[in-house]
Every structure is written in structure tokens, then in C-alpha cells.
């Protein structure tokens, strides 16, 4: 089993950054894939970005060039920096990690883009 524990959400102006951490801890391994996802009020969880075990990122289109995720298997944690926020950026954002046919979420945290 793998936990995920969010943290780094909130409140924020349009146009300004927020920085989202996922801790990884029980039976994590440098090999899985990890991710971030959001849900909108009355939307479907989305895929925002994820990373390969070799460091390979992929974004939604409506993120790139704002958001960067990264990893660090020393410390067990996935990164998200969110930059030049939109409204629409707002949402429950969950950390994920995918392994063969398994995946695990974490409980997801709160960011808010508004004026």
C-alpha cells in the first residue's frame, strides 16, 4: 500500500502561484508513475500532470506553461508549481501514483483562484 498526503493548497489572487507537496510513504517505489489530478464543482476528476519513473513529464494543455511537476525519490515527494492561476484552475487537487494495475490517491486539497 502507498500513502499520499497533500498539502500547499488555498486561496489566491488570479495571476499569482501556488506550490502544491505530495509526502509518499508505505511501499513507494522509484518506479511507479506519479501524477496530479483536479476536480472542478461538478466536473470529472482531470488529469493536470504526471511524471514517469525517468523523469518524463506530461501536462494538460490548459497547464502548460504555468504548472511544473517534479519528483524526488530521495525524499518520496511530487511536486506541483502552479503559476500564473486562472479561476478555472480551481479546484480539489489529489496526488496519485499508478503501479502495474494498481493506484492510489490521497485525499486531495483545496485551491481557489479568485479575486
Known amino acids: 500500500q502507498v500513502q499520499l498526503v497533500e498539502s500547499g493548497g488555498g486561496w ?3 495571476g499569482g502561484s501556488l506550490r502544491l507537496s505530495c509526502a509518499r510513504s508505505g511501499s513507494v517505489w522509484p518506479y511507479d508513475i506519479v501524477g ?3 476536480q ?4 470529472q476528476r482531470e488529469p493536470v500532470a504526471t511524471m514517469s519513473p525517468g523523469g518524463v513529464p506530461t501536462y494538460a494543455d490548459s497547464v502548460k506553461g504555468r504548472f511544473t511537476i517534479s519528483r524526488d525519490n530521495a525524499k518520496n515527494t511530487v511536486t506541483l508549481q502552479m503559476n500564473s492561476l486562472k479561476p478555472e484552475d480551481t479546484g480539489v487537487y489529489y ?6 494495475d494498481n493506484q492510489w ?3 486531495g486539497t483545496q485551491v481557489t483562484v479568485s479575486s
Open 12 to 14: 489566491v489572487q488570479p
Open 36 to 38: 496530479w489530478y483536479r
Open 40 to 43: 472542478a464543482p461538478g466536473k
Open 95 to 100: 496526488c496519485n501514483t499508478v503501479r502495474f
Open 105 to 107: 490517491w490521497g485525499q
